[in-house]
Each structure stands twice: as C-alpha cells, then as structure tokens.
C-alpha cells in the first residue's frame, strides 16, 4: 500500500482536517491545525507532500521519525502540528487496513469510558454559576473556566479579590458536587500566581492549568512545592523533549498535552506512559474537532493514568461549527453521564461526513486569537 495523496480541508469553526488516501483505496483522517494558524499547516501539509507521497503508510513510525528528524529543525508547534494530523491519519489507515481500533493495535483498552468536562464562561469569565449549573443538568460533574482576564506582572489586591469573589460565589452555589478546574492560561505571572494559587486553596480545585506560561517550567516548579492544588502543563509543549524537566523538575501532577500539537498519538502515549513512570496524570488538551477527540481517546484508552478528557462540545470558539457537524450519524463521538465512551470501530474509531467536510471547506474560516491591551497599552497575555 502506497500514499497517493493528502487533502488539507479549512472548516468552520477553527479547525484544519486532512485527508490522506491510498493506492488501496483505503483513507485516514487528521487534525493537524493548530489554532489560528490553519492556513500555516495547511501550507506545511503541502510541503511534506514531497516525503509521504509513495511512503508505505503502515510503517507510522518511520514515517514519524522521518518528519521529526530530517531537515536540521525539530520540534516546535508547526511541525509538531503537522506530524501530529498525518500520525493520527496513519493509524486511522492502519486501524481500518486491519479493522481494529486504534486503542486495540497499542494493547487493548484499560477502560471503556473516560470522564471529561466542559468549558463555561468564555475568554472573560461570565455567567460561570449559570454554566455550571447548566452542565450538572446534562450530567457532567465537572468544568473549567478561565479564571481572568487581563492581569499585569503585578497588579492590584482588588483585581485579586473581584477573581476570588467570582470563583467563591461559584463554589458556594454548586457545592461540592462539582469538580472545577481553574485556567489561569498564562495569562497570570509569577507574583500574581503565587497570590492567587494560595488564596484558590480552599476552593479544592480539580487543577489549575498553566498558572503561568510554560515556558516557565523552573517558576512552575517552584510553585508546585507551595500549593496543594494540582498544576497542570502541556497544551503549549511539542514533543516529549519539552516534558522532560516538566518530569524531571517536578513542576507538574497532571500533564496536558494535546494530540493535535505534540506529535499525534504516538507520542501522546510515550509522553502518557513516561509521565506514570513519575505518577503524574494525564488529561490531554482538546478544544478542538471530532477527530483530534477521537485521537485522544485511543490514547486515553491505553494510558492508565489518564483521568478525564477535554472537549469542545459547545465551547466559546465553537461559531458556526461542532463536535458533531462533520461526523456521519451514529458514527461520532457519545457522551452520557459526564462521560465520553471509547470508540471501538476500526481505526479512530468515528466515520467523517466529507460531503459536509467539504462544505465547511466552501465556507472555510480566518479564526485569530484576539489582541488584549492592558489600560497602560502594553500587550496582554490572551
């Protein structure tokens, strides 16, 4: 079996889909988008045409190794996005070549379902008790939200105290029988994170997400050892190389990687093992589409120490597209009881609608991160 061709496909509402057929007929999806910045991979798609056309696509990690190695340039969000859409479009080809799941060609399934959460309140929290109550009626018995919105290096106690006024109302109104998780996302320097991380304390946070950017791993560390609230890192790491001193450091209990940008599924579960060699968890990154969901989810079948999965299903982002938008009916992906099941047909385990991918293509999208100021002018973190 040879490689004949990728389709890269730009769908609303954020997303890039790829396509990649064979001489056998037989076709795997990926997602290798990284967000606002799908035109990037897409182009990137098109430069790796020259390696994959002709490749055997059964042998995954040769080809893996190929794109990561050759070239002098390793690692990074754009070719780590890209490896990881075409790694996880192989194992849909390998899957349905040998008609497995995924998750049954890496060892078989330790579990059948995955708790998972959704978001509530947007880029600038709002309605957070609303959200959240709205989730517990559909059965989740967790949530994440970000906790703030612009906050300088150091800033005001009454900055401080308004966030602290929000999240307490929110636990006060929902009890405790709802996990919340906070997402500082970077968007909280070091000082700030050190109030904030002690004053959140009584609220029992599931975890706290990037308390501060991660390219900040020794600070991230040094914040680990004066918290008992779990920290959580990964969504803007590429590769195991970038976890090492997360690992070795100890900076983190849960690791967030997401398969859409550190290298697809097979280095999602060498990233997932290593990290249970360190006994830290694992909840992989997904705001994405249906199918970097469906990856995660074959890693989440297979790496023990995964504990709940990230999902977009009706996300802030999500304007003019979801979860469900590109799957053929009954063929997607199912949530019941604040739990996502584990695919078991072939490959990634879901079936795409292309006739209605590429109608999204027709429509395709220009999503951008949005461009925050502090009242002094300088940039914020988004």
Sequence with gaps: MKITALRTFLVPPRWLFLKIETDEGLSGWGEPVLEGHAETLAAKIA????????????????????LYRNGCYRGGPVLMSAISGIDMALWDIKG???????????????????????????????????????????????????????LQIIDSYAKIDGILKKLFALREAVGASMDLAFDFHGRVHGPMARVLLKELEPLRPMFVEDAVVSTQIDLLADLARGTSIPLTVGERLHSRYDFKPVLEKRAASILNPDTAHVGGISEMVRIGHWAEAYDVALAPHCPLGPIALAACLQVDAVCHNAFIQEQSLGIHYNSGGDLGDYTMPGAGLSVADGFLAIPSGPGLGIEIDEAKVREGAARGHRWRAPVWRHKDGSISEW
């Design 47 to 66: 430069e790796l045409e020259d390696f994959l056309i002709g490749a055997d696509p059964c042998r995954i990690e040769d080809i893996w190794q190929m």
């Design 96 to 150: 349905k070549q040998l008609g497995a799941p995924v998750h049954a060609l890496l060892g078989g399934p330790v579990r059948d379902k995955v708790r998972t959460y959704c978001w509530v309140g947007g880029d600038r929290p709002d309605n957070l008790i609303e959200g959240v109550r709205g989730l517990q009626a559909q059965g989740y018995d967790a949530a994440k939200m970000n906790i703030c919105e612009e």
